[in-house]
């Protein structure tokens, strides 16, 4: 409930539109630095209540059904409500607050009905994701700048440049971090230890 406090400050407090501010420097805006840290601080507890609860929690009712529901929602019906609503700046805060919440919700649940057992090819991506995270900025803005002159469409040029940015960070990843301390820094001591002796 105190993720709108944070979102009053979007748009600088005037502009009204959908999403999160983007911090264009290194250090992220104060509002946007507490809007995530609210979602981080949910998973969190949500993490720290599912070690004191059943083992059983993914298989429950709410986690194997409601999730569609939450999907649903969020974008059949809260979605065009932003769209459609961006001159409003009320009713955008609550479809941004409904529409994250539910978006989060219904993957998370998703992800535990469809993907609860391990997958190898899923952990790689998920191990590495953070890497890919950090590491995309110089390369994706440096193929961005040559991509200027290109002749191409938004759309080829948007393909292009993941085909290009995605294998070279999955090799970097792969090959310079993944058994290295910054890969147990990343994935935590246990995933490292495990990919050193497996």
């Not at 290194?26 to 979602?39: A, D, E, I, Q």
């Not at 429950?60 to 409003?88: D, H, I």
């Not at 110089?138 to 290109?150: D, K, M, N, T, Y």
Request: with cysteine.
């Amino acid at each position: 409930m105190l993720t709108p406090l944070p979102m009053l400050l979007m748009g600088g407090g005037e502009s009204v539109y959908f999403g999160p501010d983007t911090s264009m420097s290194w250090l992220p805006f104060p509002h946007l630095f507490v809007y995530y840290g609210l979602f981080f601080a949910f998973g969190v507890a949500m993490q720290a209540w599912e070690a004191r609860v059943s083992a059983d929690l993914s298989i429950t009712w709410s986690v194997r059904w409601l999730w569609p529901f939450q999907l649903g929602l969020a974008l059949l019906v809260v979605f065009p409500v932003c769209v459609t609503a961006a001159g409003n700046r009320e009713i955008t805060i609550v479809a941004h607050f409904l529409y994250v919440w539910w978006m989060s919700l219904g993957l998370i649940g998703g992800c535990r009905a469809l993907l609860s057992r391990e997958r190898p090819v899923v952990r790689y991506f998920s191990d590495a994701s953070y890497w890919l995270y950090l590491a995309h900025l110089p390369l994706v803005i440096a193929l961005q700048a040559s991509a200027r002159s290109w002749p191409w469409g938004a759309f080829a040029k948007f393909a292009l440049i993941h085909a290009i940015a995605l294998p070279l960070l999955l090799a970097s990843y792969h090959f310079l971090v993944r058994r290295t301390w910054l890969g147990a820094l990343l994935n935590g001591r246990s995933r490292f230890v495990a990919e050193a002796t497996g």
